[in-house]
């Protein structure tokens, strides 16, 4: 109904605004008396405002389902043009489809959120989702990884519980398990619900409830001893935003516990309103105890702010205007009427932003822009501020109001359950005197790796083997009286999946045997550090068949480099000591001869001519030296080969692998090789008639799998194959216990502690060297590389450029010494005026005798008549060519 106000100062429109509570409730008497103040308060600011809100207000009683009713009468009978509603489940949700069709903006202070699209639907308080990244942060910071969560069981928290789930797990949190309590449970109904809570061992809960359910929860909690240091209680804001108002019974049994509460910034307006609603709230209701005010009043007034100012910018006259056609399947109700400001009123609210009591007001997506929460500690009967949480932020200490600025430092010390400091671990390890349950293989390929006996007389399972072992050896290490047992598992398909997924599902306390570490099982489970090797193998047969298996050791270019350079030596040595050394003189083929054997007796250092010169000495000496590192590079190789010869896999061969394992997959990823090629075996006896067959007969050429099993493979056929490469494609072994378990990293510092110590490699030589293996276990498989050219490439350049230098000195010196003799003898012959001798040629090894008179030239025994003279040649010392005698006749 639009109503005019006169008077003598100003004409108001009335606009008629209903108001659905229950005012039993402390919530619905808080949010009523806010409401009324706010009115007040905005028009005493805003006189000059032409519009005016007419609260029409219905009181459900306690009866919650009365707000069906109530909505139709305010829509039809007041013709209100929006409607409020401070407390709101999703049972009444129902409104928000009723006011869409009425065009009637439906405004909650409820955190309940409605996850159906109604577009006069608004929230105008902080939606409870938004508190799960927080909850998220606090685990984390913590490095709680596991999680019992507790709901309050009604329709909207069913709602969240996907929602809360894909945010845990986008934080590696991980719910184990998801427990409903109805708001009518009673004592034993909850008592049985927290007691199996307890055999799950996760030790860190959430509540999301009522303040009364919770307060319920906590009551039997403390009765189960359950509120003590072993766990951590963390509540979200729809219990501690209304837990300052219990009694202090409720807060002895909540002692420790850590919770989330909406963060309504301090500000000098927020504390003189609260001390003005103190006093008229007493003053309206004298009958009543005040126990403060709650952030739902904060809230709605905020809310009744917004609307007004909506209503003023709207600024459209007001008629109501019935619907033609229109009208609910309901019996004897008449067609709804419909708002015709609602569409403009909705768009204002939505674009409206101003600062409030609660902070910034500002809606996106329908809901209020609020996600600032306080992390509340309850210590004696009121709850310690220990930081926040901010989006922005994350967690902290402090954040300044109305900015994104906060304080770089953590979250102060919490006192846990119990008055603890400590943080809990996350994880009950003994519970109530149990055994601790360890599931172990007892059809492992390996019985070196897990055995097991069965005593037939006390039909008692005993196990042993290289895993058992340093499970034993580590737990024992462990600074906790843990009883444990050995639970056998049977593993009929041979994998080891079915053993972890009963980890999983806490069917068992931890898993041990071998169990390979992968990413998939590391998605469910936590692992140890690996206490074996990582990697896989390759494994071949030992077999060197091949006619010219001596010439692999070097390249063919490399065997032609040295050919070559083993006739250049013999041709450099030949040429310097030919002119001189009657060994390297004679016929051709003679000499050439010489040449080959001296090249090729080189090689042993046999050859048996005799050196005159010293430029072919330093030759030989740097060939002997390029020699030695030939024959000793061939030798290392040769002998590595003998070990092992390298296999050069082909896709035509077929590789063999375990049936069971996890290697399959890394061979056709990694090595590129087809299924078809594949073939699968079970046993080591299985792996060692393939390799004996071969490809060619039905075999394998290869066995790829897992390191520790390819040594115990080894120890028992030590003469036969051997590993001929290995990648660390896999991460080895680990024990598996559920996410979340403090056992993981106390496990893991052990067994890093043993391998340090050298108690591990002591247990690994127990039982992976029950047989002699020729592979050391410390060691990796040898390789075998050809030499090529570019491994001595720079050697054979120093001794070319050496060989270069030997020959250009003797050229060099020869030159020198032919010319020097005959120059003089010219010099000589010339000063006496006696002979011209020209075109003689003399050897530098000769003495010169020239005799005046009747003589001739000899030269050895031959002798050339000059007239009245004659020139004697005789040998003398290289390099010396003085005249031994001239005489005159």
């Known amino acids: 109904m639009y109503v005019f106000t006169t008077s003598l100062e100003a004409v108001f429109s009335t606009i008629k605004i209903g108001l659905i509570l229950d005012s039993k409730s402390w919530v619905g008497q808080v949010v009523l008396s806010c409401i009324t103040m706010a009115i007040s308060d905005f028009y005493m600011l805003n006189g000059q405002y ?93 490095k709680w990884r596991t999680v019992v969560f507790i709901y309050e069981d009604t329709a909207d928290t069913r709602q969240i519980l996907s929602h809360l789930h894909n945010t845990f797990r986008d934080n590696d949190v991980d719910t184990v398990h998801d427990i409903g309590i109805t708001l009518r449970a009673k004592d034993d109904q909850i008592i049985k619900k927290l007691h199996n809570l307890r055999t799950m061992r996760t030790s860190i809960i959430i509540v999301h409830a009522s303040v009364y359910l919770a307060s319920q929860i906590f009551k039997n909690a403390k009765m189960l ?64 105890e005040i126990r403060g005010l709650n952030v739902f009043g904060i809230w709605a007034y905020d809310a009744i702010w917004a609307l007004a100012e909506a209503i003023e910018r709207a600024s459209v006259d007001i008629f109501p205007n019935r619907g033609e056609g229109f009208g609910l399947n309901l019996t004897a109700l008449a067609p709804i009427r419909v708002s015709n400001i609602g569409s403009a009123l909705l768009s204002k609210i939505r674009s409206i932003k101003f600062t409030g009591l609660g902070g910034e007001f500002q809606l996106r997506n329908a809901k209020l822009v609020h996600e600032t929460y306080e992390i509340v500690n309850v210590i004696g009967n009121l709850g310690k501020r220990v ?17 994104d600025s906060c304080s770089s430092n953590s979250p102060e010390n919490i006192i846990w359950p119990g008055f603890y400091k400590t943080a809990p671990k996350g994880w009950l390890v003994q519970v109530d005197g149990k055994r601790f349950k360890i599931g172990i293989p007892v059809n492992s390929r390996f019985h070196e790796l897990v055995g097991s006996h069965n005593d037939e007389q006390t039909n008692e399972t005993t196990f042993s083997g290289f895993c058992a072992d340093v499970f034993r050896t580590a737990i024992e290490r462990l600074h906790r009286n843990i009883v444990y047992e050995f639970i056998p598992f049977y593993n009929h398909n041979g994998s080891y999946s079915d053993l972890v997924y009963q980890v999983y599902l806490q069917a068992f306390d931890a898993a041990v045997g071998d169990i390979t570490i992968t990413s998939n099982r590391s998605q469910y489970l936590d692992f140890t ?32 480099m040295s050919a070559g350079f083993f006739i250049l030596t013999g041709f450099i040595v030949w040429f310097i000591e030919h002119p001189t050394n009657e060994e390297f003189q004679g016929s051709v083929a003679w000499q050439i001869g010489t040449i080959v054997w001296f090249a090729a007796s080189s090689l042993v250092y046999a050859h048996r001519e005799n050196l005159r010169s010293n430029l072919s000495r330093f030759v030989v000496g740097v060939w002997f030296f390029i020699v030695l590192i030939l024959t000793s590079s061939y030798t290392a190789n040769l002998s590595s080969l003998l070990t092992v010869e390298r296999i050069r896999l082909t896709k035509n061969d ?38 004996r067959e071969g490809s060619k007969n039905g075999g394998v050429n290869a066995i790829i799998e897992e390191i520790p099993y390819l040594k115990l493979f080894l120890a028992v056929y030590p003469h036969e194959y051997t590993m001929i490469d290995s990648s660390e494609t896999t991460n080895g072994f680990g024990f598996a216990f559920p996410k979340g378990s403090p056992l993981v990293q106390e496990m893991s510092s052990e067994i890093a502690k043993l391998r340090e110590e050298g108690i591990l490699l002591e247990i690994e030589k127990k039982w992976f060297r029950s047989q002699s293996s020729p592979l050391s276990l410390d060691t990796e498989p040898p390789t075998m ?105």
């Not at 202070?109 to 929230?123: A, C, D, G, K, M």
């Not at 949480?389 to 900015?403: D, M, N, Q, R, V």
């Not at 690996?530 to 390759?538: A, D, F, I, S």
């Not at 020959?807 to 011209?836: D, P, Q």
Request: glycine content about 4%; overall charge neutral.
């Open 785 to 889: 590389k050809t030499l090529d050219i570019n491994s001595f490439s720079r050697l054979f350049l120093i001794y070319a450029i050496c060989e270069l230098v030997a020959l250009l000195l003797f050229l060099v010196f020869l030159l020198r010494e032919k010319t020097s003799i005959k120059n003089y003898i010219i010099r000589k012959l010339a000063g006496g005026k006696l002979l011209l001798v020209s075109g003689l040629k003399f050897s530098p090894d000769c003495h010169v005798n020239i005799q005046f008179g009747p003589a001739c030239v000899q030269i050895g025994t031959t002798s050339i008549q000059l007239g009245m003279a004659s020139v004697q040649l005789r040998p003398a010392s290289p390099f010396r060519s003085d005249l031994h005698q001239i005489r005159h006749s």
């Open 387 to 403: 930081g926040f949480w901010k989006p922005a932020c994350g967690l902290t200490k402090e954040i300044y109001p109305f900015t």
């Open 654 to 691: 077929y590789i063999g692998y375990s049936a069971n394992s996890v290697v399959k997959g890394l061979i056709v990823n990694n090595l590129n090789f087809q299924d078809n090629r594949l073939k699968s075996y079970k046993t080591p006896e299985e792996y060692d008639r393939a390799l």
């Open 225 to 288: 001893e359950m509120m003590s240091g072993n766990f951590a209680w963390i509540v979200n804001s729809k219990t501690m935003n209304l837990l300052d108002f219990q009694d202090s019974a409720v807060f002895e049994t909540i002692q420790g516990l850590v919770g989330l509460k909406s963060c309504i910034p301090a500000s000098s307006k927020l504390r003189d309103f609260t001390l003005r609603w103190r006093r008229e709230f007493q003053l309206s209701q004298i009958d009543l």
């Open 529 to 560: 550090l690996p206490y074996t090797e990582l990697g896989v193998g390759m494994v071949a047969r030992v077999d060197n068949k091949d006619p010219w298996f001596f010439l692999k050791p070097l390249s063919v270019d490399l065997w032609i």
């Open 50 to 142: 032409k519009t005016r809100i007419a609260l029409e207000t219905r009181d459900l009683s306690g009866e919650p389902l009365h707000s069906i009713a109530a909505a139709f009468d305010l829509l039809e009978n007041a013709e209100a043009h929006a409607i409020i509603i401070p407390e709101m489940s999703s049972e009444e949700l129902f409104l928000a489809a009723l006011c869409d069709k009425a065009n009637v903006p439906l405004l909650s202070v409820s955190s309940i959120s409605s996850f159906n699209e109604h577009p006069y639907f608004l929230q105008l308080a902080q939606d409870e989702t938004t508190q799960f990244n927080s909850v998220a942060a606090l685990l984390g910071a913590f």
